[in-house]
């Protein structure tokens, strides 16, 4: 009972520093502030936007604990890339917010592992709550490996759409402007996140840089690329990014083949990698006796357990290297 009235305690304070923290922003430059405002509201042309529109929303005063938890987060290495991967992900956290999420996330694996699934034994316990302080991370991963799987199933019908608008008179940034207002999402977002960088003046090619850098594609850097080198030397960029339009349809089709050639071997990884660890929590819980001895004895369980996940996820890796083609 008692761990219980501590557990919750501590996720208690957490929410509270969560909301505590919300107006946290580790990169409190004016660019991030005006893009900011301009993804909360409705779109609209850049041309009729009132300059009183572009000043500055008033800040509230920071607070002791935000400014202490700013300082302590904001140097860190690991903070830019976080941020990196929260904007890759579309993610609308902070920083600070997503450290204190991963604590939320070990408390409350184990919290879980602790009362409902292993019986109130401490040490599976803290293995869910290990597992749960990497579960944000996982998330975002797959957030981000799924947003940038749509963005590049999207590109060749951007491409489409941007060769259009070239052929019909429009510069390079009022296509851009176009594909931002008609594309689905998530192109239509990080092409309007690049109209608003060169509204605000940054030049074309930092802001297409930055769209690199928030969508880490091949086939958007072989796009870019193109981009720049028809600013600099000139050339009909319209031809251009009709061949490679057709270059990335013809790559996403054969990805698509080699996906479907490799399927039997990515579910055989799956299977192996999660077998014995399901197999294991099943045991457990049908008969806890049994498996008891594996976790309670240090001198040999534990080193067991131990050599054993690092023999699966030794293997997981092999097999996910076997089946991963790059073109």
């Known amino acids: ?5 501590l557990a919750g305690a501590a996720i208690l304070a957490l929410l509270v520093l969560i909301i505590g923290i919300r107006s946290v922003r580790a990169d409190r430059d004016v660019l991030e502030e005006r893009l900011g405002r301009y993804e ?3 779109y609209q042309s850049f041309l009729d936007i009132d300059e009183s529109e572009l000043d500055l929303e008033e800040k509230k005063p920071d607070s002791a604990l935000e400014k202490a938890i700013d300082k302590a987060i904001a140097g860190r290495p690991f903070a830019q890339k976080w941020r990196q991967q929260l904007a890759r992900a579309d993610i609308k956290l902070t920083v600070a917010e997503f450290a204190a999420l991963h604590i939320i996330s070990m408390i ?41 799987h749509e963005f590049e199933q999207q590109l060749p019908d951007t491409l489409g759409m941007w060769v259009n608008a070239l052929r019909a008179g429009y510069s390079v940034l009022q296509a851009m402007e176009a594909i931002s207002r008609d594309a689905p999402d998530p192109t239509s977002v990080e092409f309007k996140r690049v109209v608003q960088e060169a509204s605000l ?7 297409l840089q930055h769209l690199l850098d928030r969508v880490e594609s091949e086939d958007l850097d072989l796009v870019i690329t193109a981009v ?8 009909n960029l319209a031809e251009i990014l009709e061949i490679i339009s057709h270059t990335i349809r013809e790559r996403i089709k054969l990805k698509g083949e080699i996906r479907v050639l490799t399927a039997q071997g990515r579910i055989t990884g799956y299977l192996i990698s999660f077998l014995p660890i399901i197999l294991a929590l099943f045991l457990y819980t049908i008969n806890p006796t049994y498996m008891g001895h594996l ?3 240090r001198t040999c369980g534990w080193p067991l357990l131990g050599i054993g996940l690092t023999l699966i996820g030794i293997g997981a890796t092999m097999v996910q290297k076997i089946v991963q083609i790059d073109i």
């Not at 009972?1 to 009235?5: H, L, S």
């Not at 003046?201 to 802001?207: C, V």
């Open 40 to 42: 909360e509201s409705n």
């Open 201 to 207: 003046g940054i030049d074309l090619n930092d802001a």
């Open 295 to 297: 976790f309670e004895n």
């Open 228 to 235: 720049n080198i028809q600013r600099e030397v000139g050339g």
């Open 1 to 5: 009972m008692e761990v219980a009235i």
């Open 108 to 148: 409350l694996f184990f919290l879980i592992g602790y009362f409902i699934i292993f019986g109130q034994q401490l040490v599976p316990a803290i293995v869910a709550g290990f597992v749960g302080l990497f579960a944000p991370r996982l998330y975002v991963a797959r957030a981000t490996s799924k947003r940038l």
